[in-house]
């Protein structure tokens, strides 16, 4: 996705649809029209508007900014459903042992097996 103008909040902050409360136009009948974006920034919870002209404004521009994340992987965690309390707890309990971050590269390690789910050649 290219998104040539986004919305920021003073902070830095990207407001996204979410963050908005309000959109109008500003049309004049010379030079370009405007949309009206009010918004609640979603971090420093600042009121805040902003005027895009409507030449550069586009249904990306409130989108949240795409992750880094495979569609494979969105599934995936999608699948894993949100984290229990129960699993944090455990995650809790790892971080307490010894040298939790050598294991878990263990982990990954021996679960690593990239060739497994590809169509062969
Ligand atoms: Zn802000």
């Known amino acids: 996705m290219n998104v040539k103008a986004t919305i920021k909040c003073n902070c830095g902050q990207r407001i996204v649809a979410k963050d908005v409360m309000q959109t109008g136009y500003y049309l004049r009948l010379f030079g370009p029209s405007f949309v009206y974006v009010k918004f609640r920034c979603s971090r420093c919870?600042?009121?805040?508007?902003?005027?895009?002209?409507?030449?550069d404004w586009e249904d990306g521009i409130l989108k949240d900014i795409p992750s880094e994340a495979t569609q494979e992987e969105k599934s995936?965690?999608?699948?894993?459903?949100?984290?229990?309390?129960?699993?944090?707890?455990?995650?809790?309990?790892?971080l307490e042992r010894s040298?939790?971050?050598?294991?878990?590269v263990k982990t990954v390690k021996i679960e690593e097996t990239p060739e497994a789910d590809q169509p062969a050649e």
């Not at 699948?79 to 699993?87: C, H, L, Q």
């Open 45 to 55: 919870k600042k009121l805040g508007e902003q005027f895009v002209k409507q030449e």
């Open 99 to 104: 040298n939790p971050l050598a294991d878990l």
């Open 76 to 94: 995936s965690f999608k699948a894993m459903g949100p984290i229990s309390i129960n699993e944090a707890i455990d995650f809790h309990f790892e």
